[in-house]
């Protein structure tokens, strides 16, 4: 195992893990290349190089006939839902496509969970956000032109080697929390390392992922406690401190900008939400396809707002619309089933990490689409988690 683990992890493993945070998009381009992995033509080749190369491993080490018995796990049923809503979708070539993109993701992140323990998923995924953190740090100071935004929204916030602030600001969020749960595996650059993360963090002017970060820190304050409180405590503090700062993300920033005399809506977030709604009332139980709704109705919606919309900025309503209900059912049964068995190994740094992941991307979740999104690390950690967690039993 550890010569497997010593080849896979610097040739691919963790190369994998870097490119699918959609990092170096803006670094490794042909000419009309897109911002993002889903435009960028040489990326797409070089994943599709690694899925081919994760496809021959499993099949050298008997691995599918494992994966076919999960088959009807949430994760592989919403992969799965996902191919059949080309059936129904306004786009059946479009959808089909997606999903595929979707199913193997989903794959990578089961055969991560096969090839490795717990603990070295979570070094691997360590090591891989250290990577992409530390190459923008470089690119910010020698490379500004790449690691700083030129353009005209953004102009002078920190991106690293990232396509917007927004994505290199979620990195750095889940950068920290592997940081400080983690902490006693690190030496002298553990402080060097936190430093850097903050001021990259300050300098992308995001203020979802500094309240982000601030609710992680937070559920580690609530978790040195624990120890002075029932067990059952923990989540029904959790539950409403996760409750206000999302209230306060969401409506409390509206008041703020509407004191700075900027947009109240968030951005036209709040119409786009409208929209979005009403769409869903007309197909609530199976939904448009997965990435059919905004794919279709973007022209109509420019209409409306001014401004081309690829997704609702928050994802329990991109879910619905892809899915319906029933998809929303398949991630609310992975998502409570690992939170519960993580935060029930809550004393061992790879659970907590677990829980704190989950915890940022259902935060993060309240103002963007960070998922199930296709060729995207917070996806294959998901899958991951459930798979490593399925079978957890705790007797209390």
């Known amino acids: 195992m550890s010569r497997v683990m010593g080849r896979l992890e610097v040739l691919y493993v963790i190369p994998m893990f870097a490119l699918l945070t959609n990092a170096f998009v803006s670094v490794i381009f042909l000419p009309d290349s897109g911002d993002g992995i889903q435009e960028n033509k040489v990326l797409q080749y070089i994943l599709i190089a690694m899925y081919f190369f994760m496809v021959v491993d499993m ?82 100071v020698f490379l500004p032109g790449f690691g700083i935004d030129q353009g005209d929204v953004h102009t002078g916030t920190w991106r690293g080697v990232f396509p917007q602030k927004q994505v290199f ?16 595996g690190f030496t002298k650059y553990w402080r060097w ?67 700075l005399g900027k947009d109240v809506t968030l951005s036209g977030r ?29 022209d109509r919606i420019f209409i409306y707002l001014g401004y081309y919309a690829v997704n609702a900025h928050f994802s329990l309503i991109d879910i619905v619309l892809d899915f319906g209900f029933v998809g929303l059912v398949f991630l609310v049964s992975l998502f409570s089933l690992v939170m519960k068995f993580a935060y029930a190994k809550i004393d061992i740094d790879e659970y907590k990490f677990v829980f704190l992941f ?17 060729n995207n690390y917070v996806w294959v950690f998901i899958v991951a988690s459930y798979f490593y967690l399925r079978d957890v039993k705790y007797v209390e």
Request: net charge positive.
């Open 59 to 140: 099949i050298r080490r008997n691995l599918f006939l494992r994966l076919i018995s999960d088959a009807g796990t949430p994760a592989f049923l919403l992969s799965i839902l996902a191919i059949v809503s080309s059936m129904w979708s306004f786009n059946p070539a479009f959808v089909f496509q997606k999903s595929i993109a979707l199913t193997l993701t989903t794959i990578f992140g089961a055969y991560l969970a096969y090839s490795y323990s717990i603990q070295e998923f979570c070094r691997i995924f360590g090591i891989a956000l250290t990577f992409v953190v530390v190459s923008s740090a470089i690119f910010i």
């Open 169 to 184: 600001a979620q990195v750095l969020v889940f950068y920290m929390t592997f940081l400080f749960v983690f902490k006693n």
């Open 193 to 259: 390392l936190v430093l850097s993360s903050l001021i990259c963090l300050f300098f992308t002017r995001s203020a979802t992922a500094m309240i982000a970060l601030v609710f992680m820190f937070l559920i580690l304050l609530l978790m040195r406690l624990k120890d002075r409180l029932d067990r059952r405590v923990l989540p029904i503090l959790i539950l409403p401190l996760f409750l206000l700062l999302s209230v306060f993300l969401l409506e409390g920033m509206v008041y703020i900008f509407d004191a």
């Open 270 to 298: 709040t119409f786009l939400w409208d929209i979005a709604w009403e769409s869903i009332k007309e197909k609530p139980i199976l939904g448009y396809g997965f990435s059919a709704y905004w794919h279709e109705f973007s």
């Open 358 to 374: 989950f915890m940022m991307v259902l935060f993060f979740s309240t103002a963007a689409s960070i998922f199930p999104n296709p």
